[in-house]
Nanobody
Framework: QVQLVESGGGSVQAGGSLSLSCVAS????????MGWYRQAPGKTRELVAS???????NYVGSLKGRFTISRDNAADTVYLEMNSLKPEDTGVYYC????????????????WGQGTQVTVSS
């Protein structure tokens, strides 16, 4: 199994910045695509950004330019740098990873972290 542990959430005023990180553990798996999702109160979970193992990134259009996703493959860690934060960025931010089991090459997607709260006040 793969475990994902997020850190770095917190409270900040509008216009501020926060950095999130997510470490994947599970040496028997190759960590492939990684991504950040968020869920605002009363809303469904939505993609924020994703990154392939090769470093190709994808952002929700409105967030590109304010948010930056990156990863360290050697550390199986994905980061999300968030700048110019707005109150509507408030929510629980979740890390997701898709994996390949080393023992048999089977693709095992959709491992999720427990989430970290981000609160942006106006």
């Amino acid at each position: 199994q793969v475990q994902l542990v997020e850190s770095g959430g917190g409270s900040v005023q509008a216009g501020g910045s926060l950095s999130l990180s997510c470490v994947a553990s599970g040496s028997q798996y190759s960590i492939e695509n990684m991504g950040w999702y968020r869920q605002a109160p009363g809303k469904t979970r939505e993609l924020v950004a994703s990154i392939t193992r090769a470093g190709r990134t994808n952002y929700v259009g409105s967030l590109k330019g304010r948010f930056t996703i990156s990863r360290d493959n050697a550390a199986d860690t994905v980061y999300l740098e968030m700048n110019s934060l707005k109150p509507e960025d408030t929510g629980v931010y979740y890390c997701k990873a898709d994996t390949i089991a080393r023992v048999n090459g089977i693709y095992e997607p959709d491992y999720w972290g427990q989430g970290t709260q981000v609160t942006v006040s106006s």
